[in-house]
T-cell receptor, first 111, second 114 residues
């Protein structure tokens, strides 16, 4: 399974944009790039996903490099509620079962 | 929030005893997954189901079995619990099984095997 690498931790100030990077240099053509986040003592929460093109939704934006070997999750205005562990995941498999969570990036948001 | 519940939410059991965890959904989603989460390992897939009575193994399936007799319930059984199975277990559901579909996670079950 293709793997991702993310920084262990990042800090941001409240109401500022946050760019969370992810490298996935061994990505295959059929791998989707997913982002999930997890608040303490909760299950992971879906954030966004994409294949080749940049994606936007109400929570965030996903910028995918042209060669797809890296991507960036963008939170446009960080709030204290955005403090969580963010996972960048490549999902593949006929049933999407190849869905490997790494250690993620712990985002701290400072007031 | 997706309608997913897990029971029990917390359980302490002794080594060698059987344990069954239940995942229940009200979304009528076809695909269901069981994961375990341990410090330093992120989430790892144990088993998944792509329909009633259709299940398959994930990355860390040894020591676990599953059953799905109806759409809404996916059971995870530890036949003889060991201390290495102490973990937090998450169930997830998806209405599309392909790689481009979202998964929705339950609140988790914290299992301690003494």
């Amino acid at each position: 399974d293709a793997k991702t690498t993310q920084p262990n931790s990042m800090e941001s100030n409240e109401e500022e944009p946050v760019h969370l990077p992810c490298n996935h240099s061994t990505i295959s053509g059929t791998d989707y790039i997913h982002w999930y986040r997890q608040l303490p003592s909760q299950g992971p929460e879906y954030v966004i996903h994409g294949l080749t093109s940049n994606v936007n939704n109400r929570m965030a934006s996903l910028a995918i490099a042209e060669d797809r070997k890296s991507s960036t999750l963008i939170l446009h205005r960080a709030t204290l509620r955005d403090a969580a562990v963010y996972y960048c995941i490549l999902r593949a498999g006929y049933y999407g079962q190849n869905f490997v969570f790494g250690p993620g990036t712990r985002l701290s948001v400072l007031p | 929030d997706a309608g997913i519940t897990q029971s029990p939410r917390h359980k302490v059991t002794e080594t060698g005893t059987p344990v069954t965890l239940r995942c229940h959904q009200t979304e009528n989603h076809r695909y269901m997954y069981w994961y375990r989460q341990d410090p330093g390992h992120g989430l790892r897939l144990i088993h998944y189901s792509y329909g009633v009575k259709d299940t398959d193994k994930g990355e860390v399936s040894d020591g676990y079995s599953v059953s799905r007799s109806k759409t809404e319930d996916f059971l995870l059984t530890l036949e003889s619990a060991t201390s290495s199975q102490t973990s937090v277990y998450f169930c997830a559901i998806s209405d599309g099984g392909l790689a481009g579909s979202e998964q929705y996670f339950g609140p988790g079950t914290r299992l301690t095997v003494t």
